[in-house]
């Protein structure tokens, strides 16, 4: 599965400790970020990250074209509620693809749990 991993400034760390807690599911997908919460996430975990460019230089939309394209199984937006940068294209091209989209905490252990269980494997037959 290719994974496509978000995170606004404030939940950069989140989504580190998220990606150490998680490496060994994270380790059997293809994993795709924005540069900088790419770096962030292998310095912590090693795994290998296909970085986009900084979300604020269009790594954000270098990634809506891939699920657009039906290139990213499943999407981790780790977002800042009370930040004013720009995320709900990913959010609204997640919905009009059918892409599952977690954006907090909670949503994204629920996630990579049915990720692991092979919930998502019906994206396969979808592709």
Known sequence: MNIGLIAHDAKKK???NFCIAYRGILSKNNLYATATTGRLIEEVTNLNVHKFLSGHL???????????????????FLRDAD??????NIITICDRHNIP????LATAELAIKALE???LEWRDAYK
């Open 14 to 16: 989140l989504m580190q």
């Open 58 to 76: 269009g790594g954000s939309q270098q990634l809506s074209a891939h699920i657009e394209q039906n290139m990213i199984d499943l999407v981790i």
């Open 83 to 88: 930040s004013t940068s720009d995320g709900l």
């Open 101 to 104: 989209l977690a954006t907090n």
């Open 117 to 119: 269980r092979g919930d």
